[in-house]
């Protein structure tokens, strides 16, 4: 069972547009949110995390919109770039347990220069 | 800057045969991950190390795949006897301390499986 759900599958975006990537979750527990990228041959790097204290964290380009309520997070990536097109996960961890990592399935982002 | 090094990128065996992987991290990270990651699926932790002792393998096919870190900081994946669905990259990453910090991958071993 996936514990964590990523749309869309795939993405295209023209240069200087809004790329928005969400995600949902059911286990309550759950309380660090990371989004990693990953480019072709390459392992996963980490981009962006939030925690649920806060509802929007922002770092540059990138910015993680948190809804505790819903059970949701986004990822949105302004002014996009070429440089930009990668495959996005977003993964879920709580503090109980071996603090694993749950990823989602992965988000293929083109950006069309 | 810091890497986690695997070898050999790239591996093609043959069902039955038996193989194994290689991963060093970054240095002074006390927590080594194992992951499987399928071709379009984001990776799936098959084996969690803190220091050397196995924190979580609950995911791990104990009948076939088993993993080690004998000194705490190199670790070794092996898989005997291989199958065709065992066909995925094996990425290893790193961390500090394991609670909720960075995980640092590697740049993974493809394994393809004939």
């Known amino acids: 069972q996936q514990q964590v759900k990523q749309s869309p599958q795939s993405l295209i975006v023209q240069k200087g547009g809004i790329s928005i990537i969400n995600c949902a979750y059911e286990n309550t527990a759950f309380d660090y949110f990371p989004w990693y990228q990953q480019f072709p041959g390459k392992g996963p790097a980490l981009l962006i995390a939030i925690r649920p204290d806060v509802s929007e964290k922002k770092e540059g380009r990138f910015t993680i919109s948190f809804n505790k309520s819903a059970k949701q997070f986004s990822l949105h990536i302004m002014d996009s770039q070429p440089g930009d097109s990668a495959t996005y996960f977003c993964a879920a961890s709580a503090k109980t347990g071996a603090n694993n990592l749950f990823f989602g399935t992965g988000t293929r982002l083109t950006v069309i220069p | 800057e810091a890497e986690v090094a695997q070898s050999p990128r790239y591996k093609i065996t043959e069902k039955s045969q038996a193989v194994a992987f290689w991963c060093d991290p970054i240095s002074g990270h006390a927590t080594l991950y194992w992951y499987r990651q399928i071709l379009g699926q984001g990776p799936e932790l098959l084996v969690q190390?803190?220091?050397?002792?196995?924190?979580?393998d609950s995911q791990l096919p104990k009948d076939r795949f088993s993993a080690e870190r004998l000194k705490g900081v190199d670790s070794t994946l092996k898989i005997q006897p291989a199958e065709l669905g065992d066909s995925a990259m094996y990425l290893c990453a790193s961390s500090l301390l394991g609670l909720q910090e960075t995980q640092y991958f590697g740049p993974g071993t493809r394994l393809l499986v004939l």
């Open positions: 190390f803190q220091d050397e002792s196995v924190v979580d």
